[in-house]
């Protein structure tokens, strides 16, 4: 705990060295409340198209049955095994200036989107999923030949048992986006107030020397993924309240 | 019919979701790589990206081991023992996943740096951590710390302690119970851990990138000379060394599609 604690011990405690009104300074300078912006912005609308398209996936993957499934199930997790420089690397030379198919959204925010949905994508599909498994498939054709549609069956009777599980994959994956950097450092240029994100402008800020404003918009991104593992701990309590 | 065409549907969307976001991509680097082999070959042979795999190599060989047995026994305190402050070490133990790598490195920066808490006391002792060799291991331990620990902890619950209790009954001792006992019960999901921890060690960058300097011949590591090689201008560079690092998280990948089965079974 020491080894996790001390170093964001001495983080907390470079940031608010010179004072809570300079680091009330870093934080709030424009180009650091851009970057946040961004950050957020972009984490939150890539959390929510993981939300829907990974829950489709972890769909297809329980209950369809095509060639090639097991394959298609290991490659999910290409993102957790593949390093995020070279995960940026490869967007880029599908979807930058040298782009086979005619699509080069290099430099531009559409980019860091495209990095954060490569990143983030094992997440909800590996929570929704075992869930899925251990919903029985009677339950959804009891509903079905009781009469209720497609849609209905999906509302009333998986999405309330899966719920849960996407949410904390949301989560978690929204952590993974606000913290995110190799992926972005190549694909989006790190323009100040267009492409830049919050772990981009601190990583900017260390090289030019000013450590104190580094670590007073770390802070910021520390607070901000503790909030989340907590959500992701009440999510768990909450999915867990039957059990206990 | 309807059924059957929203099937359909569903599958096209996944399918092609995961052709656009991660299969398209790796494809094209592939292939560019391959289309002029003799070139890669190059750049994967010049002394420095050798000495990068080196030293990525060398702190993923000190990582791992650190980390498997650091998350075997956090994950036995966690599920087998009552203290207090175990909430707290629950929390604190899955807080790499969810920090930004570069956060990670600043704090060790400020921890270990000239001006830092520990920077003063290594400086007159002529310990040399930032910008070397230590720094760099202990920012790659930092960001793989959860994942022997969050495989072991709900493997280690659902096994449950009957086993253990029996063998101490019968006379063993701590020592014996946990090798004879525990281990070979939560043997796969150690395993999976340890996959996991590699791909992870040998993947990272963001942490590496504050604490190392980037000194080239140095404290360059592969992911490193990937981002140096792609903005020194040479692309065939940075895809032969991203080759070599996406051939072995494919290899990652084969291991865990193997192993996964036998930890459900077990």
Known sequence: MAFVGLPLAALMWEATSEGTQSFWDAVSSPEAVAALKLTLAASLGVSLLNAVLGTITAWVLIRDEFRGKVIVNAIIDLPFALPTIVAGLTLLALYGPTSPVGIDVAFSRTAIVLALMFVTLPFVVRTVQPVLQELDLEVEEAAHSLGASQTRTFVRVILPNILPGILSGVALAFAKAVGEFGSLVIITGNIPFQTEVSSVHIFGRIESGDSAGAAAVATVLLGISFLTLLSIGAIRHYATRHDR | ?266
Not at chain 2, 45 to 60: D, M, R, V, W
Not at chain 2, 121 to 147: D, K, R
Not at chain 2, 198 to 220: H, K
């Open chain 2, 1 to 266: 019919m309807r059924r059957l065409l929203s099937r359909l549907g569903l599958r096209t969307i996944a399918l092609g979701y995961l052709a656009v976001i991660l299969v398209g991509p790796l494809a094209i680097v592939f292939w560019r790589t391959f289309q002029d082999a003799s070139a890669a070959w190059d750049a994967l042979t010049t002394p420095e990206t050798i000495h990068a795999f080196k030293l990525t190599l060398i702190i993923t060989a000190i990582a791992v081991p650190v980390n498997t047995v650091f998350g075997i026994v956090c994950a036995l305190a966690i599920v087998r023992k009552r203290f207090w402050g175990k909430g707290l070490l629950n929390a604190f133990i899955d807080l790499p996943l969810a920090l930004s790598p570069v956060v990670v490195g600043l704090s060790l920066f400020l921890l270990y740096g000239e001006n830092g808490w520990f920077g003063g006391w290594l400086n007159e002792h002529g310990i040399q951590v930032l910008f070397a060799l230590p720094s760099m291991v202990i920012a790659t331990i930092f960001v793989s710390l959860p994942f022997v620990a969050r495989e072991v902890v709900p493997t280690l619950r659902e096994v449950g302690d009957e086993q253990e209790q029996a063998a101490f009954t019968l006379g063993a001792s701590g020592w014996q119970t946990f090798w004879k006992v525990t281990l070979p019960s939560i043997r796969w999901a150690v395993i999976y851990g340890v996959i996991l921890t590699t791909a992870r060690c040998l993947g990272e960058y963001g942490a590496v990138a504050v604490v190392s300097g980037r000194l080239q011949g140095q404290t360059e590591t592969a992911t490193l000379r990937v981002q140096e090689r792609w903005e020194a201008f040479d692309v065939a560079g940075a895809y032969a060394i991203s080759i070599v690092l996406a051939m072995i998280a494919i290899l990652v990948l084969v291991a865990m599609t193997a192993i996964r089965p036998k930890e459900e079974r077990a």
